[in-house]
């Protein structure tokens, strides 16, 4: 597809992931993995606020307190005050796994966070999904998982979406909001004919499902119904991460990227890799949900 290139947000990621847009602030954030960073970017200021931290952060999402973030890092789920600076730890269900390092992670309709793990030493079946509840109890979702990357929830809510890369699928779960329980796995989206590895996704207003292509250069566009794929779009790099849509109407695409498995030559040829783009696709999407917490935190 055809899609017009808004912006180029100026923060080069070694490994970009993670992005995430609060409808209420309307700003958009995102983390740099190896870089050790957590970036805030207002697309009406134009400005950039960036954390550096002293481990790998895997994801963040808003909260619904202001100025608060939810986060997967390295060593566990944090608390983030991104006005301080300040991350406090909550739970750390792997810390038995010291080579492990949480991956991505988001909210649930209901307010829980979920996020899964990843082997540093890429160890098969060795990771997990968890969600962190309101009261911060941490239960495990789902494993065993090698990968753990992309998540999404369907409009009625009955549905969870999810990615273990080396599948080279997306598995459909049914969801229940009242207790946060998933059942009855099935694949629902084939991959391993595309171009690269499923990584981040994110879930339009009609339903479809958008897939970062790592190792790809494109994002594509699926119906989890058909399992059939509606369009791609092709970018200027090749190391996708993930998406999100976001902007004042939801209707722009953020694409985070990375630039961690290039060699020189390669960075070269892609002097854009590892920068977040934003792209006007005439698409609406859904507003990420918040993580709430008992404690308002």
Known sequence: MAG??????????????????????????????????????????????????????????????????????????????????LITPIFDPEEHKPNNRFNDGKCDPAGRFWAGTISLTREPEDAALYCLDSANGVQKKWSPVTTSNGLAWNKNKQAMYYIDTPTQSITQFDYSLADGSIHDPKAIIDFSEEHGKPDGMTIDADGNLWIAHFEGGRVSCWNPDTGKKQEELILPASLITSCTFGGENLTDLYI?????????????????????FSYSLGIKGLPADHFMNENGS
Not at 11 to 24: C, T
Not at 55 to 69: I, N
């Open 4 to 85: 017009e290139m808004k912006e180029v947000i100026c923060e080069q990621a070694i490994l970009g992931e993670s992005p995430v847009w609060d409808e209420q602030s309307q700003l958009f954030y995102w983390v740099d993995i190896l870089g050790q960073y957590i970036h805030e970017y207002s697309p009406k200021t134009k400005r950039t606020r960036s954390i550096k931290i002293n481990q790998m952060p895997g994801a963040v999402a808003p909260s619904t307190k202001p100025g608060k973030l939810i986060g997967a890092l390295q060593h566990g789920f944090y608390s983030v005050d991104f006005d301080t600076s």
């Open 256 to 276: 985070t990227t990375a630039r961690n498995k290039l060699t020189e030559d390669e960075q070269k040829k892609e002097p854009l890799a590892g920068y977040v």
